[in-house]
């Protein structure tokens, strides 16, 4: 079962950083923080990952809290091609995924 | 091969007819996975694999379900007297290691196998 809670949907400017919570209070000790995003009628798209640090790369940054209890997912320029799902997963072995956040891009 | 390949894109089927989906992974990567994924509906967990054998297969939903993956590369998905509820897309990933002990565990998804039961 998804062990992560994020709200159903969220509007964003084009332009503006997209910045998506995500709560995870029941991780364990081992297990990372996925984000994957999904545009529509195609597989999920790894995105990032972080296990304790903030994390950046060219999609996107990571930024998780020191207990570990919640990360924001932060698209710094958003673009019309960014809106899609985003799944925030965390898991060691196994991913399970939850219903994620659609994120809309508003020219 | 670059990504990860599965076969056929789209399949219709009538029900009660058996079906087999296939997944040819990133080469040389040592796991990989089944999911569903279902109208508006996150993807669900089916079963992973560790090289041949099925490292946890608790997602497949009833015993019509089966997956194989004789020699730790391609595998196949089999679905056996099909229903009008096994109508989703079937979504298959692969990793390197498939376990998050030794690092992140990053999955690579193929585009997925669309099946309609009738």
């Known amino acids: 079962d998804a062990k992560t809670t994020q709200p159903p949907s969220m509007d964003c400017a084009e332009g503006r950083a997209a910045n998506l919570p995500c709560n995870h209070s029941?991780?364990?000790?081992?297990?990372?923080v996925y984000w994957y995003r999904q545009i529509h009628s195609q597989g999920p798209q790894y995105i990032i990952h972080?296990?304790?640090n903030n994390e950046t790369n060219e999609m996107a940054s990571l930024i998780i809290t020191e207990d570990r209890k919640s990360s924001t997912l932060i698209l710094p320029h958003a673009t019309l091609r960014d809106t899609a799902v985003y799944y925030c997963?965390?898991?060691?072995?196994?991913?399970?995924f939850g219903t994620g956040t659609r994120l809309t891009v508003i020219p | 091969g670059a990504g990860v390949s599965q076969t056929p894109s789209n399949k219709v089927t009538e029900k009660g007819k058996y079906v087999e989906l296939r997944c040819d992974p990133i080469?040389?990567?040592?796991?990989l996975y089944w999911y569903r994924q279902s109208l508006g509906q996150g993807p669900e967990f089916l079963i992973y694999?560790?090289?041949?054998?099925?490292?946890?297969d608790s997602g497949l939903p009833n015993d019509r379900f089966f997956a194989v993956r004789p020699e730790g590369s391609v595998s196949t998905l089999k679905i056996q007297r099909t229903e009008r509820g096994d109508s989703a897309v079937y979504l298959c990933?692969?990793?390197?290691?498939?376990?998050?002990?030794?690092?992140?565990?990053?999955?690579?998804f193929g585009a997925g196998s669309r099946l309609t039961v009738l």
């Open positions: 990933a692969s990793s390197l290691t498939g376990t998050g002990l030794a690092g992140a565990n990053v999955l690579t």
């Open positions: 029941t991780i364990s000790g081992n297990e990372y």
């Open positions: 972080g296990l304790k």
């Open positions: 997963i965390v898991g060691a072995n196994n991913l399970f």
């Open positions: 080469s040389g990567h040592t796991a």
């Open positions: 694999f560790q090289g041949t054998g099925a490292a946890d």
